[in-house]
């Protein structure tokens, strides 16, 4: 296959109306940041190696379909053959990695059909060349459930290690304060509680994130139409806790980008890709949108249906500001 490379003019702004188009094999280069969107197979090892181009990640932020049917948009598989596929694309992940480095995985268990692929996905994980350094759950704010059960709202993230990469713990602290007084302790003859103790006037969020709120249709940052969106407040914990600038983080299902917009924020490099070339373009056009507005997204405005995008390129970027003619 040959790979389309589309590259555009070193600036330090994008001066254009036009959001790139994609094809299976695309890759735009991003001239302001370096960021790379690849319309690619992450199941295929040359697809990620002609994305990655010799480079290495610092880390990994992966959010795979969950073999669950959303909107008849994700289709379930048997599972062997879910975890099969899993296998290949974290094969990949895995190669692009750098020696001590980072990757966090997005998963799913369906309480209505035995739990898969989590238990499955984390039993394949035993035999690969990282290790298992957490099990977070962040809370979402709505679910499913029936009158006879509890309501499921827990999405699970999986956090492995490769080497001994960075970890920088100020990226726990939420913004929740500290109210309760209690866990006393002598330190020098002295008892204290914990409120002397602490480093932070704020609570950590350990591995069980209730303090990020899921993506709702009244935010800046919905993409009305994708349907497995990631909050950026989520990818900003990962991002700042495990990276540091400058270094490149992968996701090889950008879906509606969020971990490129947040890497962009963050000054760190992206390299992303998606096989649906209507999720790439969604990615970059949340990118320039983002470097012309400062918005996150479209908020209720609907943005894809059925697998197609449905607004002008002028219309997901925004119209053209003075600084554009500059």
């Known amino acids: 296959m040959l790979t389309k490379v589309v590259q555009e003019k070193k600036s330090t702004k994008i001066k254009t109306n036009k959001v790139p188009d994609f094809e299976y094999g695309t890759i735009w280069e991003d001239p302001v940041s370096g960021h790379k969107i690849g319309c690619l197979d992450a199941s295929k090892k040359e697809d990620v190696e002609k994305l990655m181009d010799n480079k290495k990640a610092a880390l990994a932020i992966q959010d795979p379909p969950y073999n669950v049917d959303i909107n008849n948009e994700f289709g379930n598989l048997p599972l062997n053959k879910y975890i099969n596929w899993s296998e290949k694309w974290i094969d990949d992940t895995i190669n692009a990695l750098g020696e001590n480095s980072s990757l966090y995985i997005w998963l799913g268990a369906d309480i209505r059909n035995g739990l898969q692929p989590l238990p499955d996905f984390i039993i394949m994980m035993r035999n690969k060349p990282v290790r298992v350094r957490n ?49 006393y302790k002598r330190v020098n003859g002295k008892l204290t509680e914990n409120f002397e103790r602490s480093k932070s006037l704020t609570i950590r969020a350990g591995n069980v994130w209730h303090d990020i709120q899921q993506v709702f249709y009244l935010m800046h940052e919905n993409i009305e139409g994708c349907f497995a969106q990631k909050p950026l407040k989520s990818a900003e914990r990962i991002i700042e806790a495990s990276s540091k600038p400058g270094d490149i983080v992968i996701d090889f299902f950008s879906h ?27 990615t970059a056009a949340r990118l320039l949108r983002f470097r012309r507005t400062g918005e996150t997204g479209w908020g209720r405005t609907n943005v894809l249906k059925d697998g197609k995008i449905l607004l002008s390129d002028e219309d997901l970027i925004g119209s053209p500001t003075l600084l554009d003619l500059i």
């Not at 960075?166 to 602290?173: C, G, K, L, P, S």
């Not at 947040?262 to 490099?269: F, S």
């Open 135 to 183: 099990f977070i759950t962040m809370r979402n704010q709505r679910g499913y459930g029936t009158q006879k059960n509890w309501m499921a709202i827990r999405q699970e993230l999986l956090y492995y290690i490769k080497g001994e990469p960075i970890f920088n713990v100020d990226a726990e602290y939420t913004d929740i304060p500290k109210k309760t007084k209690g866990y």
């Open 256 to 282: 509606s980008g969020s971990t490129l917009l947040q890497a962009e924020m963050n000054k760190r490099i992206a390299y992303t890709m998606d096989i649906d070339p209507s999720y790439c373009k969604v």
